[in-house]
């Protein structure tokens, strides 16, 4: 039974050695491409960790490299879905600061681990569940990254990762998670430890096989790096010849009907309009209507292309004159927004300045004159 353990760690590891590579020399320009490398190197020093009980100097960075397996999960879920490598994000100060805190949390239970009679230990206990309940927290975050904006994200590669390999991944971890926290002080029975490593042994070999063989390029695909940046709205009056050409009748037609509803019919200011909705009202399948808007006009997700139409229209008002009275909660309820916050949150990102700020600058030369 032993060796089977052995066996399947080794294929494990195998597995992810062979992604790391794939990662390193495809991937490394990308902070998803560094992060999931992180997050392989740390799946890693989980597999063998357990192994090297003679080698405790080898043993004690690999047990803290496994225990920081859910935090980097978590910062890969948010650099794929919130499209970090495309806008320019970084980890930043206040994720660092938490992931820090984590660890000075962590590593006292780490060392706590290796006393005698550590178990009896009322410190090392509070230690312990308080190290696995921010774990946990740390898998709670990375799986609201990957529901929010489910709906909304236009990237069919992007969507296949959440549902397969990242909610898989993610389910993954958390039921381990909570295995161990259930066993708590407690080892694991040896007949518990071979079935997770055949399923874990499976499951990187299958994601192996995913990303080196069947999808080279997957990772790249549901980043949608090769798109451009979101175009203005006023560029999908005049589509270039060369977009128009490698469109079939069929879609010239619906990209037709879906410029007329949206800007002869104003269809973006409903403020209940999904793209589920969008496709019922023109009659188009909605995972061809997704492609449409993503491959032929450039938007990753559904909300930049509602905002682009709202905050083009928003901007036009708050720049005039004779609407310099009308309020802006107004203005953003009419465009198609239900509140002001959404709103204002757009306005920023797309104007980097508030609607407030913009329109007081946009009419100020008026106000001078008179």
Not at 164 to 175: D, E, K, Q, S, T
Not at 207 to 220: D, F
């Amino acid at each position: 039974m032993e060796e089977l353990f052995i066996f399947t760690r080794g294929v494990a590891v195998g597995s992810v050695l062979l992604m790391n590579l794939k990662l390193w020399f495809d991937y490394r320009h990308l902070l998803a491409g560094r992060l999931l490398n992180g997050l392989l190197v740390c799946v890693s020093a989980y597999l063998v960790a357990p192994m090297l009980d003679n080698w405790p100097w080898i043993q004690n960075p690999a047990i803290v490299l496994a225990t920081s397996v859910t935090a980097i999960f978590w910062l890969f879920s948010l650099a794929v879905f919130n499209d970090w490598d495309q806008k320019g994000i970084t980890v930043g100060p206040l994720r660092t600061a938490l992931l820090v805190l984590f660890l000075i949390i962590a590593l006292p239970e780490l060392w706590f681990d290796h006393i005698t009679q550590a178990q009896d230990n009322m410190v090392y206990q509070w230690l312990f569940y308080l190290s696995y309940s921010i774990r946990i927290l740390f898998l709670i975050l990375a799986l609201s990254a990957i529901v929010a904006h489910w709906r909304q994200d236009l990237v069919e590669a992007r969507r296949q990762l959440r549902s397969i390999f990242i909610g898989l991944g993610g389910a993954y971890i958390l039921v381990v998670t909570f295995v161990e926290l259930v066993l708590g002080l407690k080892s694991a029975p040896l007949l518990l430890e071979v079935g997770h490593s055949l399923l874990l042994a499976s499951l990187l070999v299958v994601t192996a096989t995913w990303l080196i063989i069947t999808s080279p390029q997957g990772l790249l695909a549901s980043l949608d790096i090769p798109l451009k940046a979101a175009p203005k709205i006023e560029t999908i009056d005049s589509e270039s010849d060369k977009a128009q050409d490698t469109l079939s009748l069929t879609e010239k037609n619906w990209l037709q009907a879906l410029r007329d509803h949206m800007e002869s019919e104003y269809g973006y200011r409903n403020n209940e309009l999904s793209i589920g909705k969008l496709g019922e009202r023109l009659a188009i399948p909605e995972h061809q209507l997704r492609r449409l808007i993503n491959k032929h006009l450039g938007y990753r997700n559904f909300n930049d292309f509602l905002n682009q139409y709202r905050i083009g229209e928003a901007a036009k008002r708050l720049n005039d004159p004779e609407q310099e009275r009308l309020p802006i909660l107004t203005i953003a309820l009419e465009v198609g927004y239900s509140s002001l916050t959404p709103f204002n949150r757009a306005f920023k990102g797309q104007y980097q300045q508030t609607p407030s700020e913009y329109r007081r600058k946009a009419l100020k030369p008026s106000n001078s004159a008179s």
